[in-house]
């Protein structure tokens, strides 16, 4: 290593009190948890940088280090047109509000099967020169354990987990890569260009109608094309409209195609609001996904019509129509669901009681 890398004693000396190989365990933890593709990405290399000097630090007994700005600007390749500080402050305010929100939950879970009560955390000490080092925090009680509810799902039950690996596209990256926070002005602009919207619609339908009710001659080609537009714009209007209201009105929604990437689906968008009344909701593009406990196979989230209407359902890739599921967004949880379907000796049987 290039950098200067300085061993914080307190550190070290809380380490040697734990199993070596349970730190270095939360290294190799941390540094899976980072998504494919993002780990070219200069938050990316920093903590696995950040995970890599630790294990070696370990390795040679010489505890938990401190690893210093200018380390890190040196031995990634920073851009050299920038001082250290200049140039890695912006990116590790991005790990911290960001990158590592996102994957914490997935190091939790991970932690967890691995058998280890303790996580790996960022932490920075501030300063001149500043510091930034891999710190362990104890692994939060999982809610089965805050409930006291059995660690085995009951019967025919699943548990669905957020994928991190969703990509979304360009439009929805800039308005919900870190969420859609619905402030009133961003409330009262998106009201009124819908307004906007509605009325400039309505008023180009009208125009079309009343150009055709002052036609004279008879029907050509490019009126029936008017005619086609002046039926499909109101149509048009009320699905867009439709899904804008359902949205508010279930706080859930499957994500239209145009917020995610090529190839990408099953995800939802969804109103997060706070307890507190004065906290502004947050807009989110999430995707949750399970194991179906029939076949194996991923389960993700759909529409639930035509059987299950106006819900969000889980449903097997292999068997999408038999295996299906329920979905919970606050617990998370989700159920088998059981179509009601008469058999052709129920229908009959049904019938001759109606005739008796």
């Known amino acids: 290593m290039v950098g200067e890398v300085v061993l914080d004693q307190s550190v070290k000396q809380s380490s040697e ?5 349970d730190y270095l365990r939360l290294c190799e933890i941390l540094i899976e948890a980072i998504p494919l593709d993002r780990k070219q990405s200069w938050a990316g290399k920093i903590l696995t940088y950040l995970a890599t000097q630790t294990t070696q630090s370990i390795k040679e007994g010489k505890g938990v280090p401190r690893i210093s700005t200018k380390a890190i600007h040196l031995d990634i390749g920073g851009n050299p047109k920038q001082q250290p500080s200049a140039w890695l402050s912006p990116i590790w305010n991005e790990i911290e509000e960001r990158h590592y929100p996102e994957i914490e939950p997935t190091l939790i879970e991970e932690c967890r099967r691995a058998g280890l009560t303790i996580y790996p955390k960022l932490e920075k000490d501030h300063g001149k020169p500043a510091y930034y080092r891999i710190e362990i925090t104890p692994v939060p009680a999982s809610s089965d354990e805050q409930v006291g509810v059995e660690e085995e799902l009951p019967k025919q039950s699943i ?3 957020r ?20 402030t009133p002005f961003k409330r009262y602009s998106y009201v009124t260009w819908q307004l906007v919207f509605l009325l400039t619609f309505a008023a180009f339908d009208l125009l079309l109608w009343v ?6 001659p008879p029907l050509s080609g490019q009126e029936l094309v008017v005619i086609s537009m002046a039926i499909g714009m109101p149509i048009g209007a009320y699905w867009h409209f439709r899904d804008i209201f359902r949205l508010f009105d279930d706080r859930i929604l499957i994500a239209p195609d145009w917020m995610l990437a090529i190839k990408e689906f099953g995800a939802t968008v969804e109103i997060n609001r706070s307890k507190n009344l004065d906290e502004d909701s947050t807009i989110l593009v999430q995707r949750y996904t399970s194991i179906c406990p029939v ?6 989230l759909d529409r639930g019509e035509p059987d299950f209407p106006r819900r969000i359902v889980g449903r097997c890739e292999e068997h999408p129509r038999e295996h299906v599921f329920s979905f919970d967004r606050m617990t998370k949880w989700g159920k088998a669901l059981h179509r009601d379907v008469a058999t052709p000796s129920t229908t009959i049987h049904q019938s001759l009681m109606d005739a008796g």
Do not use: H
């Not at 994928?163 to 619905?182: A, E």
């Open 17 to 21: 009190e734990k199993d070596q190989n």
């Open 159 to 161: 548990r669905y987990k």
């Open 163 to 182: 994928d991190l690996s969703l990509k979304l596209s360009w439009p929805g990256k800039l308005f919900f890569s870190t969420g859609l926070r619905w």
């Open 211 to 216: 150009l055709l009710w002052y036609s004279k």
């Open 295 to 300: 076949c194996g196979w991923m389960i993700k």
